[in-house]
């Protein structure tokens, strides 16, 4: 096979395999046989394309391949249950090949998979791991740290999702507009959690993954678009405000550049611009919410001209409306760095202190990682060191690792 084309499919699976199996999902209206559908059309793009040649929409392509070894999947196993017989011919009987598999208009399939994993019969932990799992393709082991369980106990959680919206027939489609709103937080969360995966990866050997950050903000523009609500509008705001300066958080050794080190000539401004904007008619039009505070805060972390410049008064104030709207331990985490720039270290440190012994962040590694840089600041080495090597220990990102090490072999 020639090398390019290799690295071609390599390329599309990368970027496109979700897609061809939210289609999919639609199309056979079950999750298993999807993704084993989706793995053969894969399969078959790497024995037919270096002779046929790369097909013009290589993504209707593989969505066609796939349904017919679904089709030709069910035929076989026909042979030991009749049904399955009727159920391929009601399949090739439904769908044409003129349908329309390169959509994309609002009746985005991987937005209808995310409304159909975070359907309101599903629990919340089970609606955020199917959608992580199926619309994102986050390994279960992966999916299970970030909701701090083991990797069997996540894998029966999704398991059992797909047989619920198997069994009570939970149709694949975006809801009526009068359901929409009573589904939004669920799915703006999920939006979010991607967001922060591609952003800040949990572990592995890279701090971005680029095209998961990526994906998010394309997903974001889509349900902005179908429903401009404040906070959809302020989700959208904060991954572009966020991933405009992608460019800058990493140098050309894939280390971590901290944001005060950062080269802000390498941040997208425009980006930033169009974000900001959103910010203004977030605001504007339903009243201060989580996502809209937090974008807020990014934007002015991107729109100071220098970080000296920032403005860290209005940066701790936002974060205190946030802690009202929203009290959780990050925010609390935050909000007392913030005021470790306005106000100094050894404010910031009582803070991290307090957080730390009541105990809901003593796993935390950033939590560490903060109170180390607080007592390196008042000239407490040894305390410094032992909030790093924690702070080490915790961590399962490979840059973020050597970062600390580089933390702890300035002190040492």
């Known amino acids: 096979m020639p090398a390019s084309i290799e690295a071609l499919i390599n390329s599309i699976y990368r970027n496109e ?20 559908a989706t793995q053969d059309a894969f399969t078959a793009a790497l024995q037919q394309w270096p002779t046929d040649g790369v ?19 069910l035929r076989r196993r026909a042979r030991f249950n009749a049904n399955l017989g009727d159920i391929a011919e009601a399949l090739e009987d439904a769908v044409s090949d003129s349908d329309d598999w390169d959509n994309s208009t609002l009746e985005d399939d991987q937005l209808r998979l995310i409304f159909t994993c975070c359907h309101p019969s599903l629990a919340p932990e089970a609606q955020l791991a199917l959608t992580l799992r199926e619309v994102c393709g986050l390994t279960t082991e992966a999916i299970a740290r970030a909701f701090l369980t083991s990797p069997s106990t996540l894998a029966q959680r999704i398991v059992r999702a797909k047989n619920k919206i198997r069994d009570a027939g939970i149709p694949y489609e975006i809801p009526p507009r009068s359901e929409l709103a009573a589904r939004l937080d669920s799915v703006l969360h999920v939006i979010y959690l991607v967001f922060n995966e591609g952003y800040s990866a949990s572990s592995g050997t890279s701090v971005i993954r680029h095209e998961l950050a990526q994906e998010a903000i394309r ?14 509008l302020g989700l959208l705001a904060l991954m572009l405000v966020q991933d405009a300066r992608h460019t800058a958080r990493i140098n050309a050794q894939g280390d971590l550049v901290r944001l005060e080190d950062q080269d802000r000539s390498l941040w997208n401004h425009a980006q930033i611009a169009e974000g900001s904007a959103l910010i203004q008619r977030a605001l504007g039009s339903g009243g201060a919410g ?17 970080f000296k410049e920032t403005d860290w008064h209005e940066i701790t104030g936002l974060y205190e409306l946030l802690l009202h709207i929203n009290p959780s331990p990050v925010v609390e985490l935050n909000r007392a760095v913030a005021i470790a720039m306005r106000d100094g270290p050894a404010n910031g440190l009582v803070l991290l202190d307090d957080l730390l012994q009541r105990g809901q962040l003593k796993d935390y590694h950033l ?41 702890l072999h300035a002190l040492v």
């Open 17 to 36: 395999s979700r897609r061809v199996l939210a289609t999919l999902i639609r199309l056979l209206k079950d999750f298993d046989l999807a993704e084993e």
């Open 290 to 306: 989580v996502y809209s505070l937090q974008a807020a805060i990014a934007a002015l972390h991107g729109e100071a001209p220098s």
């Open 55 to 73: 097909p013009h929409n290589p993504r209707a392509w593989l969505v066609s391949a796939g349904r017919f070894k679904a089709i030709d999947h």
């Open 219 to 232: 997903l974001g523009h889509l349900l902005a678009g179908l429903l401009p609500e404040s906070e959809a």
């Open 367 to 407: 939590l560490h990682a903060a109170r180390a840089d607080l007592l390196r600041q008042l000239g407490d080495t040894q305390g410094a060191v032992a909030a790093y090597q924690i702070a080490l220990s915790l961590t399962e990102q490979e840059p973020e690792k050597r970062f600390l090490q580089n933390q």
